[in-house]
């Protein structure tokens, strides 16, 4: 079945640099859609991406979808406290097929 | 946020109790979704119902049951549970089965 991979696990990361998180998928996806839940919080959803290559910016965070569209990144420039949290990918592979969750990356910030 | 309400947030059920769970949805959405999230794994879908007709049931014990009445309601009805179904349960909906999915603030469940 359809695999959705997310790395790090973990990521620390210092009050002010930058980090990368990356998702993986086992088969090509019609899209990709980021969320981030906060501690004790739920997913709330972030953005969508369809188009091969696509880039999309929110403030200090950026999303990507690979020319394959077998994968994405997340981008967060000059981390704040505000920031922590699990950030997921979930794929689609086609159009009205369910959403794959990647296992996350939770993100721990050093003020 | 209150989009999406569940209740109850917390609950504690023996594993010989009969409960359900309530979600309700104000965004005018037509599908909605039944997850499960446990630690230390990936959020995994159990649901789907599209226009109130189910429509994944994504290999889930039977002693898990969906009723979704209307658009803006699903419930999930509990009976006979194990321990290891102790878990977040997160109730979501969208627009069309495409688009971002909106999460509830789930029921903590804990099975004694």
């Known amino acids: 079945g359809q695999q959705v991979m997310q790395i790090p696990q973990y990521q620390h990361v210092q009050e002010g640099e930058d980090f990368t998180t990356y998702c993986n998928s086992s088969t090509t996806l019609s899209n990709i859609q980021w969320y981030k839940q906060r501690p004790g919080g739920h997913p709330v959803f972030l953005i969508q991406l369809v188009k091969s290559g696509e880039v999309k910016k929110q403030k200090r965070l950026t999303f990507q979808f690979g020319e394959a569209k077998k994968n994405s990144s997340l981008h967060i420039t000059a981390t704040q406290t505000t920031d922590v949290g699990t950030y997921f990918c979930a794929g689609r592979k086609a159009a009205g097929n369910k959403l794959t969750f990647g296992g996350g990356t939770r993100v721990l910030v050093k003020p | 946020e209150t989009g999406v309400t569940q209740t109850p947030r917390h609950l504690v059920m023996g594993m010989t109790n009969k409960k359900s769970l309530k979600c309700e949805q104000h965004l005018g959405h037509n599908a909605m979704y039944w997850y499960k999230q446990s630690a230390k794994k990936p959020l995994e879908l159990m649901f789907v119902?599209?226009?109130?007709?189910?429509?994944e049931n994504n290999s889930v014990p039977s002693r898990f049951s969906p009723e979704c009445p209307n658009s803006s309601h699903l419930f999930l009805h509990l009976h006979t549970l194990q321990p290891e179904d102790s878990a977040l349960y997160l109730c979501?909906?969208?627009?069309?089965?495409?688009?971002?999915?909106?999460f509830g603030p789930g029921t903590r469940l804990t099975v004694t």
């Open positions: 119902y599209n226009f109130k007709e189910q429509t």
């Open positions: 979501a909906s969208s627009q069309g089965t495409t688009g971002g999915e909106y």
